[in-house]
T-cell receptor, first 115, second 117 residues
C-alpha cells in the first residue's frame, strides 16, 4: 500500500538538543511538506520541497532545518534554536501538475515534547 | 493575503442527521482550490473533498458534499447521515500559489464535531 510514514510517533527532547523527525513516502510524489500544529489551532507550514535537493522556507522556518536527498524522504530537524518546539508535526506530500488539484496527503504525525 | 475563517469552534449533531460546517475564505486570486480535511483524535489528517474555483458543480464524495458559493466566498462542508465515527476536528484549507509555481495550503482554525447517539 502506498502512503506516508512518520517516525517516531512520540518524541521527547531535552532542552538544547537537536532532534530529527523522519518522513518517508512511496506515492512517487514530487512535493513534500512539513507542518506544525499547536493545540486547538490549524496547521502552519515550516518547509516544503518540490524536487530533490531543493527546498523552501515556509511561514515558520526559524529553528528548523530540512534536507531532500531522495525523492522519498524529507527529514525535519528541530534545532536548539527553536524556542518552543513542543507541538504536533505533520508531513505531507503531493503531486503538483497543471491539471491536478495538488491535493496534499498527510502522514500520521509525530508528537514532540520538550522536557 | 489569503485567509480561511471557520467560525464554529464546536458543533453537535445527532446520529443519522445532516450537519453543515462553515468555511469562508478571502482571496484576490481567480484560480484557487478549496479542501476539507478530517482529523480524528489519533492526529492524522484525512483528505475528504476538493473544490476548484472554476468547477461549476458542487463537489461530492460519498456522504460529503461541498456547498460552494463563489460570490459569498464560502465553501461549507455538508455531512449527510452522520455517524459516530464522524466525530473529529474538521479543517477547511485553501491552496495558495507561491512565486515559482509552488503551492501551499492555508488552514482555518478548525471545527470540532461531536456526533451523539
Amino acid at each position: 500500500d502506498g502512503g506516508i510514514t512518520q517516525s517516531p510517533k512520540y518524541l521527547f527532547r531535552k532542552e538544547g538538543q537537536n532532534v530529527t523527525l523522519s518522513c518517508e513516502q512511496n506515492l512517487n510524489h514530487d512535493a513534500m511538506y512539513w507542518y506544525r500544529q499547536d493545540p486547538g489551532q490549524g496547521l502552519r507550514l515550516i518547509y516544503y520541497s518540490q524536487i530533490v535537493n531543493d527546498f523552501q522556507k515556509g511561514d515558520i522556518a526559524e529553528g528548523y532545518s530540512v534536507s531532500r536527498e531522495k525523492k522519498e524522504s524529507f527529514p525535519l530537524t528541530v534545532t536548539s534554536a527553536q524556542k518552543n518546539p513542543t507541538a504536533f508535526y505533520l508531513c505531507a506530500s503531493s503531486f503538483p501538475g497543471l491539471s491536478t488539484p495538488d491535493t496534499q496527503y498527510f502522514g500520521p504525525g509525530t508528537r514532540l515534547t520538550v522536557l | 493575503a489569503q485567509k480561511i475563517t471557520q467560525t464554529q469552534p464546536g458543533m453537535f449533531v445527532q446520529e443519522k442527521e445532516a450537519v453543515t460546517l462553515d468555511c469562508t475564505y478571502d482571496t484576490s486570486d481567480q484560480s484557487y482550490g478549496l479542501f476539507w480535511y478530517k482529523q480524528p483524535s489519533s492526529g492524522e489528517m484525512i483528505f475528504l473533498i476538493y473544490q476548484g474555483s472554476y468547477d461549476e458543480q458542487n463537489a461530492t464524495e460519498g456522504r460529503y458534499s461541498l456547498n460552494f458559493q463563489k460570490a459569498r466566498k464560502s465553501a461549507n462542508l455538508v455531512i449527510s447521515a452522520s455517524q459516530l465515527g464522524d466525530s473529529a476536528m474538521y479543517f477547511c484549507a485553501m491552496r495558495e500559489l507561491f512565486s515559482g509555481g509552488y503551492n501551499k495550503l492555508i488552514f482555518g482554525a478548525g471545527t470540532r464535531l461531536a456526533v451523539h447517539p
